[in-house]
């Protein structure tokens, strides 16, 4: 079974920056990928980004490609989210997951969850 912990949220101004960081545990290598997911109020969980072993591969949403970076460090079971140039946008509520990501940006792909943490960009 894989535990999920986020951290790092948090509340900024436009312009700023956060560092998520996600620690797993409990055979998360047999996990393709990780991936940090976004919800906000009213809309639908969207994939932000995703970090899969298979091919070395690394994946963006659009809206936050050359501002997000997503980081995985499987020896230490961590993942990691750095976000730039915040803007209001990007308010959500942060998920990191971990399954096989053959579709990286589908929830349905992802067998594990964490309990999320809140990220909120003011103007």
């Known amino acids: 079974q894989v535990q999920l912990v986020e951290s790092g949220g948090g509340s900024v101004q436009a312009g700023g920056s956060l560092r998520l960081s996600c620690a797993a545990s409990?055979?998360?290598?047999?996990?393709?990928?990780i991936a940090w997911f976004r919800q906000n109020q009213g809309k639908e969980r969207e994939g932000v980004a995703a970090?899969?072993?298979?091919?070395?591969?690394?994946y963006y949403v659009d809206s936050v490609k050359g501002r997000f970076s997503i980081s995985r460090d499987i020896a230490e079971d961590m993942a990691y989210l750095e976000m730039n140039r915040l803007n209001p946008e990007d308010t959500a509520m942060y998920y990191c997951?971990?399954?096989?990501?053959?579709?990286?940006?589908?929830?349905?792909?992802?067998?594990?969850w964490g309990h999320g943490t809140q990220v909120t960009v003011s103007p």
């Open positions: 970090s899969c072993i298979r091919g070395d591969a690394i």
């Open positions: 409990g055979n998360t290598y047999r996990s393709n990928c």
């Open positions: 997951a971990a399954g096989t990501g053959l579709r990286w940006a589908r929830e349905e792909d992802y067998k594990f």
